[in-house]
């Protein structure tokens, strides 16, 4: 079953423009992590926040964390038409002890010019 | 890609023919995974391996079998294709947590 729900699961906005995605999940993590996926490409890594982070950057990516809510977000600034992609969020359910990763099914994000 | 090749990287096939998809990683990463992506259900993970002939079962692993005889190499196999194993499949390995994506292979059961 899926652990991360992402919202929206699709979003345009203009070239310049902030763009966020939110990221519920169910039970307690060890991480939360973000990656992007381009059409036809594998996923590629963005950023991991530890449960007992409330917040991280990475140049334009802010993520934050709230364990109370079990919910994610990611906000990717100043965007550009090279952002457009699908995001995920992943997590490890703090349970498990099989290094598993759950994703969830990603929000398609358009960057109109 | 990080050092992950998958093979082929397209197949069609026909409905009960076995088939075989590779994963190769150069990373010497102990853990590895295979996915399936569909329309409407992201990533789902079929099954892992955590050490060389160590493996276990994801979420969606009924049809599906692997293998793992040495670190770079993580076979999955179809016994008997069937239409709804028509995806695209990821394999990744993982370091510390961040996993790192192959390009995916395309199959087609017909």
């Known amino acids: 079953s899926q652990q991360g729900e992402e919202d929206p699961q699709a979003l345009s906005i203009q070239e310049g423009e902030n763009a966020t995605m939110n990221c519920s999940y169910k039970?307690?993590?060890?991480?939360l992590q973000w990656y992007r996926q381009n059409s036809g490409r594998g996923l590629v890594h963005l950023i991991l926040?530890?449960?007992?982070?409330r917040e991280k950057h990475s140049g334009r990516l802010r993520v934050t964390l709230d364990t109370s809510k079990k919910s994610s977000s990611l906000l990717i600034t100043a965007s550009r038409a090279a952002d457009t992609a699908s995001y995920f969020c992943?997590?490890?359910?703090?349970?498990?002890?099989?290094?598993?990763?759950?994703f969830g099914k990603g929000t398609r994000l358009h960057i109109l010019p | 890609d990080a050092g992950i090749t998958q093979s082929p990287r397209h197949k069609v096939t026909e409905t009960g023919t076995p088939v075989t998809l590779r994963c190769h990683q150069t990373?010497?990463?102990?853990?590895m995974y295979w996915y399936r992506q569909d329309p409407g259900h992201g990533l789902r993970l079929i099954h892992y391996?955590?050490?060389?002939?160590?493996?276990d079962k994801g979420e969606v692993s009924d049809g599906y079998s692997v293998s793992r005889s040495k670190t770079e190499d993580f076979l999955l196999t179809l016994e008997s294709a069937t239409s709804s194993q028509t995806s695209v499949y990821f394999c990744?390995?993982?370091?510390?947590?961040?996993?790192?994506f192959g390009p995916g292979t395309r199959l087609t059961v017909t």
């Open positions: 992943a997590t490890d359910a703090a349970m498990n002890r099989d290094d598993k990763i759950i």
């Open positions: 039970t307690s993590i060890n991480n």
């Open positions: 926040i530890r449960s007992n982070e």
């Open positions: 990373e010497n990463h102990r853990y």
């Open positions: 391996s955590y050490g060389v002939k160590d493996t």
């Open positions: 990744a390995t993982m370091s510390y947590y961040e996993q790192y």
